[in-house]
């Protein structure tokens, strides 16, 4: 049987480093892997394509510059909000979903400064504007069930949206049920860790978030 790679409806199993362009390491990715489904627009359009036709054993490094990757910085994102609306104990690094008094716009910001009567939050993820480079290697490739497929497709899921939103979650390297479907959902995403602690990540069993 010919061995199973990466394409459209496939799910891999990606370990997946991160460094700036002077070689520092941003981020090391978890032995187990993240599991991603292909061929559904749920990572970076240049990462998924340079990924094409690899399978278990591959590895590919691709420099992606911010605009395809978590875009460019939006001064716009840079919010000032009353003390009073965040309490007493506000510090650098702290996340809040949410201008907080204004409609939630689904963002993630991080203080990044405070003085006595105001907060100031970032809504952008702390590598908008960096050019990166990726480090993959591919540790398993499997076809994606049918159900699969409508599971990990949701939009909520998707680990380009979840980058870009700056929101967490973790999937672990995990058998399949009995039903076929994978136990364990979203990727182990690059978190963020506020303008003050850019180079840091975290995972949703926290790190920094």
């Known amino acids: ?15 997946i480093d ?44 691709l ?21 009073n609306l965040l309490g007493d104990n506000v510090e650098p690094g702290m996340k809040v979903e949410g201008v907080p008094g204004e409609p939630s716009d689904g963002r993630i910001y991080t203080v990044i400064g405070s003085d006595e009567n105001h907060v100031f939050l970032d809504g952008n993820h702390p590598f908008a504007g960096w050019a990166l480079k990726f480090v993959v290697k591919v540790l398993k490739v499997e076809k994606a069930t049918p159900e699969e497929v409508e599971e990990m497709e949701a939009p909520e899921l998707s680990l380009k949206r979840l980058l ?22 979203a990727v182990c995403l690059i978190g963020y860790a506020g303008r003050m602690l850019f180079g840091f990540f975290c995972f949703l069993l926290q790190v920094s978030q």
């Open 18 to 61: 991160v460094f700036d362009l002077t070689g520092n390491q941003l981020q090391e990715g978890p032995e187990e892997g993240w599991q991603v489904l292909f061929g559904h627009n749920d990572i970076f359009p240049k990462l998924e394509q340079a990924l094409m036709s690899k399978k278990a054993g591959d590895s590919v490094t």
């Open 164 to 185: 870009k939103l700056n929101i967490d979650s973790h999937r672990n390297h995990g058998p399949r049920n009995k039903n076929g479907s994978i136990t364990c959902r």
């Open 1 to 15: 049987m010919a061995e199973t790679v990466i394409g459209k409806d496939t799910v891999a199993w990606l370990k």
């Open 63 to 83: 420099t992606l510059e911010p605009e395809d990757a978590f875009g460019e910085s939006e001064p716009e994102l840079i919010r000032s909000v009353p003390l």
